[in-house]
C-alpha cells in the first residue's frame, strides 16, 4: 500500500480545535448574510411606503408647496431700492444774493469786522445801518409769507401726513401723528423771487468790486 495515497471516503471521526474554528466562523458569516439581506429587505419596503404616501398626497396640497417656494425666491430676488438722488443746488443765485446784501447794507463788511474793539454802542449803531439795508434788500427781491397762519404760543394740531419740511418738531416727540403742541415760530416761506438778471459774462464770484478812488 503506497504511504501517499489519501482514501477520499474516509470520514474523520474525531474533531480537533481547528473544525471547529473553521466551523464556527462559517456560521458567523452565514449569520451576517442574513442580517444584511433583511436589511436590504426592510429598507426597500420603507421606501416604497414612503413614496407611496407622497403620491397619495391631495392636489391643492402640492400647489400650496409650490406657491410657497415661488414667494421666497421672490423675496430674495427683490430689486434693491432707487438710490436718493440729491439735486446740487447752482451757487449763482446764492452769490447774487449775498451781493445785493453787501450792496445794501455793507452785510459782509458787518460780519468780517473785529468786533472785539468798539463798544456794544458802537456795535448797535452799525447794527441798526446794517438791519436797515438787509430789510431792504429782502424786501425788494422776495415776497415772503408766514407757514403758519396760527398765533405764535396757541396750541396746534399736525394731522398724519404733514409737511414734514415745513413743520420741524422739537421736545418730547414719541408715538405717531396727529401731534398736538404749542407753535414757537410760525415759519417763513418765499412765494415769489425777483432778482435781477445778470448781463452775459458777468462774474457772480464778485461779491463786491474793490473801489479805487481817482
Not at 404616501?53 to 414667494?71: F, G
Not at 413743520?167 to 417763513?188: D, M
Amino acid at each position: 500500500m503506497n504511504p501517499l495515497a489519501i482514501d477520499l471516503n474516509l470520514q474523520p471521526t474525531t474533531l480537533d480545535l481547528w473544525h471547529v474554528s473553521l466551523a464556527g466562523a462559517v456560521m458567523v458569516l452565514f449569520l451576517l448574510l442574513i442580517i444584511t439581506l433583511l436589511i436590504l429587505l426592510f429598507s426597500s419596503r420603507s421606501h416604497k411606503k414612503q413614496l407611496a404616501a407622497a403620491a397619495a398626497l391631495p392636489p391643492e396640497i402640492k400647489i400650496v408647496e409650490k406657491v410657497v417656494e415661488v414667494e421666497v425666491e421672490k423675496a430674495v430676488q427683490l430689486p434693491a431700492p432707487e438710490p436718493v438722488i440729491l439735486r446740487e443746488a447752482t451757487p449763482d443765485a446764492a452769490l447774487q444774493v449775498l451781493s445785493l446784501l453787501q450792496k445794501e447794507a455793507r452785510f459782509i463788511d458787518f460780519i468780517k469786522e473785529d468786533m472785539s474793539a468798539y463798544s456794544d454802542t458802537d456795535i448797535g449803531a452799525a447794527a441798526r445801518i446794517v438791519h436797515q439795508g438787509c430789510r431792504k434788500a429782502v424786501a425788494e427781491h422776495f415776497t415772503l409769507a408766514p407757514v403758519s397762519q396760527d398765533q405764535e404760543g396757541s396750541r396746534i394740531t399736525l394731522p398724519a401726513g404733514f409737511d414734514a419740511y415745513a413743520y420741524r418738531l422739537t421736545g418730547n416727540i414719541t408715538g405717531s401723528a396727529p401731534y398736538s403742541g404749542t407753535l414757537v415760530h410760525k415759519g417763513w416761506q418765499v412765494t415769489a423771487l425777483h432778482l435781477p438778471k445778470l448781463t452775459e459774462g458777468h462774474n457772480p464770484n464778485i461779491i463786491a468790486a474793490a473801489e479805487v478812488e481817482l
